[in-house]
């Protein structure tokens, strides 16, 4: 596939989800960079903002098998993954596939089950495998989490742990529409009751998984020039030294950040990364990776605005 079929591919899944989502252009295309750079994707965001159905909308305009878990605090590790269940009739044991079986899997308010079986998702989202009874299992090659979070609530919810936040490519804050955007979705969606489904509003499936595969190859082989994998570098490893911050990025961060800067690129037409390619994805592909010192707390700072001025300190190659 070359780079300007996979711009053409990009627009047209934007525009299947357009029929049903409107607006979250931002949050479209995380998710498209994050599916083309084989990453996942942490929405937060209040009720009613279209999270789950804008997962939905994805999954079915790219062609990938959909699957929903709705995570509550009594949520086991088996409930996700699946287990291996005694067949009295032959008296053999047999495997009961969990949903994480599938290809895009919409991890509903990940932060409502406890940090246990959180942890079910882990050797999935890194390795996309599970190990059940010490077998491993395969998962599809285009496997996904599109996990969402209420920022809101504070009571029965538990944060991610540092090491499941990491596995995320990003994190988006999804905000409530501005008022042309909340006049069009009540006058399309207020006559309608009940969850919307992507298919009763005219999206269709614009990919299959061989056109997602052959982007996603096409991505990877997108030169970096040495002086941007620097700069990634050199943006990743301020995180560790800035005042504001406790604790920085990883270098899985810095690795990551420079393959979702291909597939930004490519979703553009270019076969090159641009320094402006890492600057626009820096925020949502760190805000989650970093945590403020307290007198940085104290004094009212966002992780996100550290980050802004980080990005204005770092030199970037011209």
């Known amino acids: 596939m070359t780079i300007d079929e996979v711009r053409q591919l990009a627009d047209a899944i934007r525009r299947e989800i357009a029929h049903g989502v409107v607006g979250q252009e931002d949050a479209i295309e995380l998710m498209l960079i994050a599916l083309f750079a084989s990453g996942h994707i942490l929405l ?31 949520l086991m590790p088996g409930d996700i993954i699946g287990s291996n269940l005694f067949n009295f009739q032959t008296s053999t044991f047999s495997l009961t596939r ?105 999206v269709s499936t614009v990919a299959d998984r061989a056109a997602i595969d052959a982007a996603c190859d096409t991505v990877a082989a ?42 930004k690129a490519a979703i553009d037409g270019r076969d090159f990364v641009l320094p402006d390619d890492v600057k626009a994805l820096a925020p949502a592909a760190l805000r989650h990776r970093v945590t403020l010192a307290p007198i940085a707390e104290i004094d009212g700072r966002s992780a996100d605005a550290v980050i802004a001025a980080l990005v204005e300190q770092v030199e970037a190659p011209r």
């Not at 944060?159 to 399309?188: G, M, N, S, T, W």
Request: net charge negative; aromatic share 8%; proline share 7%.
């Open 44 to 74: 937060e965001g209040p009720p009613g903002t279209a999270k789950t159905f804008l997962a939905q909308c994805f999954a079915r305009a790219v062609g990938l098998e959909y699957g929903r878990i709705q995570f509550t605090p009594d």
């Open 98 to 202: 969990g949903p994480i079986f599938t290809e895009l899997l919409l991890a509903d308010e990940i932060n409502r089950t406890p940090p246990k079986t959180q942890a079910a998702l882990l050797e999935a989202m890194q390795e996309r495998t599970v190990t059940i009874d010490g077998t491993s299992h395969p998962l599809a090659r285009r496997f996904m989490v599109v996990a969402t979070q209420n920022p809101i609530e504070n009571q029965g919810v538990y944060p991610l742990p540092e090491a499941q936040l990491d596995r995320f490519l990003f994190k988006h804050e999804v905000r409530y529409p501005d008022l042309a955007e909340e006049r069009r979705i009540v006058a399309a969606h207020g006559n309608r009751f009940g969850t919307p489904r992507a298919a009763d509003w005219g």
């Open 222 to 263: 997108i030169r970096v020039a040495d002086e941007v994998v620097d700069y990634v570098v050199a943006l990743v490893r301020a995180t560790r030294d800035a005042g504001d911050l406790q604790t920085g990025a990883s270098p899985r961060a810095a690795a990551m950040l420079a393959a979702a800067a291909r597939a």
